[in-house]
Every structure is written in structure tokens, then in C-alpha cells.
């Protein structure tokens, strides 16, 4: 098979693996708890919708729907003190959600599989906080990188919704990477993966991942943009209701074809974030040792004077 061919399969397969329901619905039936984190999410974010929905709709039969600066005011008290905390609050929950959800679905499948549990968390160490902190500069550098590109005349938003699409992919597998293990010879014990090995795994099946993640970047560009129109936190109120979803369809999602050669798509931001840090580190480093010099020096002559005074 040819490797266009490859890539085409790859893709139809993310996409298709995106919008499959069924696991997801197989899971929540299995298991109340995940059932319960479902609704809890749906209901928190729903409420967001809903709400700024009837208050649009209200606003539309009002004389305050006139464009003025009493409506701007009005507009921007609803956006201060309901839009974004109740959107703010989603986001915190959100993190808790993703997690529990992400676990249920491991377990469960695990244990379909035959294994009791999953492995245990590792212990933190120098190497896992340094991945996480690369791991945090990396997306931010390339979540940075999509929004910008955006603005390029006629390429911007093509290249934006595949950076865009790469990213949602990342943050969806970030969890099952997190609970995969390697053998580390030098410490002879299972270790998290390193960030290394993940990014080479996500770059020789971006195919797979590209395909995955557009699904849900081109439906929130439909609800932005599309029929329905409608404003960003509403929007983005449905679309983390989607992302929970996806982070549980990543649980059994099998990413393939591993294609022969890969795409550099997070390399350059996890070389250029490598870069940034090696000379922050150098500078820091020659900083603390002018520092001691300056002291040496400071405190040579009161030894030489002792000295001769002795």
C-alpha cells in the first residue's frame, strides 16, 4: 500500500473513532459513576447554554437589544459576572471530570481484558515534573502558534485548524499516555512514559490523530460560524461536553497505520521550548556564578588584611 493510501485509511479511521458512541455508551451503562460525571458535566455546561440562550432571546424582544452604550454596559455585566465565572467554574470541574472519566473507562476495559487494575500511579520524580513542565510549555507554545496563524491571509485558517486539530488529539490521548508504561533499564522498574516517546508516537501516526481531532474542530467551527451562530462561551459550553467524550473514546481508540516516516508536528515546539529553556538555564547558571565571583572578591581582601595582621 502506498503511503497516501495509508494516510487517507489513517484519518477516516481517527474521524470515525471520534464520533463512535457506542463505548461510550457500553461504559456508562457498566458503570453509575460514569453515568453520574456524565450528567454532572452535561447539566453544569447545559446550564451555561441554556441560560445565556433564554437571556439572548429575551434581550432580542427588549429595547435593550438596540445597539447603545446602555446595551454594551449590560452586555459586559452579564459577561463579568455570569458568562465567565459559571464558564470559569466548568473549566475547574472539567479537570476532575476528564480524569474520572478517563479512569471508569480504563478500568472497566481493563478488566474486560482480563486485568484486575490498573498500574499504579508512578511516584513523582525529576524526570516525570520536568515532562509535565515541557509537556505544558509545549502545547502552550503550539496552541499559541494555531491562534496567530489564524490570522495569515488565505493559508492561516486551513494550517489552524490542523495545528488546532493536532492539539484537541493530544489532549484527548494525554490521559491514556499517562497511565502507559515503559521499562526503564537503568532504574530495572516500569516508568510513565517520557515525553519523547510520546511525541514519537503521535508523529508516526499523525494520520491517525489528524483525522481524529478535525471532527471536533470542525463542529465547533459550525456552531461558531454556521446555522446556528452562536457566541463563544455557549459554544465552548457544548464543546467540552464533546471533548469528555472523546476522552473516553481515546480509552479503546486504535490509532493506526504507524506510517514509515513521520510528521515533525510537535518536534519544532518541544525543540524550540528545549532551546528556550537550555539557554534560560545557561544564563542562570553564569548569573549565580558572577554572583560568587563578585562575593570572592568582596571577601578576599578582609582575608588579606587578617592575614597580615596576624
Not at 502545547?139 to 492539539?167: K, M, N, Q
Not at 544564563?283 to 556564578?289: A, C, I, N, P
Amino acid at each position: 500500500m502506498t503511503q497516501s493510501f495509508l494516510i487517507l485509511q489513517g484519518m477516516l479511521l481517527g474521524a470515525t473513532e471520534s464520533v463512535n458512541l457506542l463505548p461510550f455508551v457500553l461504559y456508562c451503562i457498566q458503570s453509575p459513576k460514569m453515568l453520574r460525571t456524565v450528567r454532572d458535566c452535561v447539566l453544569f455546561n447545559g446550564v451555561l447554554f441554556v441560560s445565556l440562550w433564554v437571556i439572548t432571546s429575551i434581550l432580542y424582544l427588549l429595547p435593550i437589544n438596540n445597539s447603545g452604550i446602555v446595551a454594551e454596559m449590560f452586555y459586559s455585566l452579564l459577561s463579568a459576572f455570569w458568562v465567565l465565572p459559571v464558564y470559569l467554574g466548568s473549566q475547574l470541574l472539567g479537570l476532575g471530570w476528564y480524569q474520572d472519566l478517563h479512569r471508569t473507562a480504563s478500568s472497566l476495559r481493563h478488566k474486560s481484558m482480563g486485568v484486575a487494575e490498573l498500574p499504579p500511579p508512578v511516584p513523582p520524580s525529576f524526570d516525570l515534573i520536568s515532562d509535565n513542565i515541557y509537556k505544558f510549555l509545549v502545547t502552550a507554545l503550539y496552541g499559541l502558534i494555531a491562534a496567530v496563524v489564524a490570522f495569515v491571509p488565505v493559508v492561516g485558517e486551513p494550517i489552524s485548524f490542523v495545528l488546532s486539530a493536532f492539539l484537541h488529539a493530544w489532549y484527548c490521548f494525554d490521559y491514556r499516555f499517562a497511565d502507559q508504561r515503559q521499562y526503564d533499564p537503568t532504574r530495572r522498574a516500569q516508568t510513565a512514559l517520557r515525553l519523547t516517546a510520546v511525541v514519537d508516537v503521535f508523529e508516526h501516526r499523525w494520520a491517525y490523530f489528524l483525522g481524529f481531532g478535525s471532527t471536533h474542530i470542525a463542529i465547533r467551527l459550525f456552531l461558531l460560524q454556521g446555522y446556528f451562530g452562536l457566541s463563544l462561551f455557549p459554544a465552548l459550553a457544548i464543546c467540552s461536553t464533546m471533548y469528555a467524550l472523546n476522552v473516553v473514546m481515546a480509552v479503546d481508540a486504535r490509532p493506526l497505520p504507524v506510517l514509515p516516516s513521520k510528521l515533525p508536528v510537535f518536534s519544532f515546539a518541544y525543540y524550540h521550548v528545549a532551546q528556550f529553556a537550555g539557554k534560560w538555564i545557561t544564563s542562570r547558571r553564569s548569573q549565580r556564578q558572577k554572583t560568587n565571583d563578585e562575593n570572592e572578591s568582596h571577601s578576599s581582601p578582609v582575608t588579606s588584611a587578617e592575614e597580615k595582621d596576624e
